[in-house]
């Protein structure tokens, strides 16, 4: 069945960038997704890109796509303490990586 | 962010004892979900309804029933709950099946 592939943890320093990576098998999915889930808390949108497009960038993230790979990407520029959290990506079918726990030490 | 909200945020109970989470929408989306989260697992999709009265299976439906008999309302039953259903579960929401989703706060069950 449809399967999304992610690292299970990743640590950087404060100021440094992060990119968190995904792989998947389904490539039928019109947009595919990162949400960011804070401790506690449910999951929020983050950011998403069309299945059409190669990249994506929204102020300190940028989203990469290669459909010839199946492989996603979610670089955060500048990374924060508050940028500590587990980053999920999503493809269609409601299928979820496991979740990516980012660790931003000061 | 959405209206969306779940109850109990918080329950522990017994092995064999039923229990039904609730999930309330104020957005009028179609599409609700239920997903449970659990370690090095991320998160499973449950049960999914795309209408009133209108429910499908996801991908760990084996043991847990859903109803939706209004828009705004999608309850998860575990008819007899097991060790194994300890779990945060959260529900979502979209307009579509294509659209972004929107996640609830979550219900942190504890099965003893």
């Known amino acids: 069945g449809e399967d999304v592939e992610q690292s299970l943890f990743l640590s950087v320093r404060e100021g440094d960038s992060s990119v968190i990576n995904c792989t998947y098998t389904d490539s039928s999915s019109t947009y595919l997704y990162w949400y960011k889930q804070e401790p506690g808390a449910g999951l929020q949108l983050l950011t998403y890109?069309?299945?059409?497009?190669d990249m994506k960038q929204d102020q300190r993230l940028t989203v990469l796509l290669n459909k010839k790979d199946k492989h996603l990407s979610l670089r955060i520029a500048d990374t924060q303490t508050g940028d500590s959290a587990i980053y999920f990506c999503a493809g269609g079918k409601l299928i979820f990586g496991q979740g990516t726990e980012l660790s931003v030490k000061p | 962010d959405a209206g969306i909200t779940q109850s109990p945020r918080h329950k522990v109970t017994e092995t064999g004892t039923p229990v039904t989470l609730r999930c309330h929408q104020t957005e009028n989306h179609r599409y609700m979900y239920w997903y449970r989260q659990d370690p090095g697992h991320g998160l499973r999709l449950i049960h999914y309804?795309?209408?009133?009265?209108?429910?499908d299976k996801g991908e760990v439906s084996d043991g847990y029933s859903v109803s939706r008999s209004k828009t705004e309302d999608f309850l998860l039953t575990l008819e007899s709950a097991t060790s194994s259903q300890t779990s945060v579960y959260f529900c979502?929401?979209?307009?579509?099946?294509?659209?972004?989703?929107?996640f609830g706060p979550g219900t942190r069950l504890t099965v003893l």
């Open positions: 890109i069309f299945s059409n497009m």
């Open positions: 309804s795309y209408g009133v009265k209108d429910t």
């Open positions: 979502a929401i979209s307009g579509e099946a294509t659209d972004t989703q929107y």
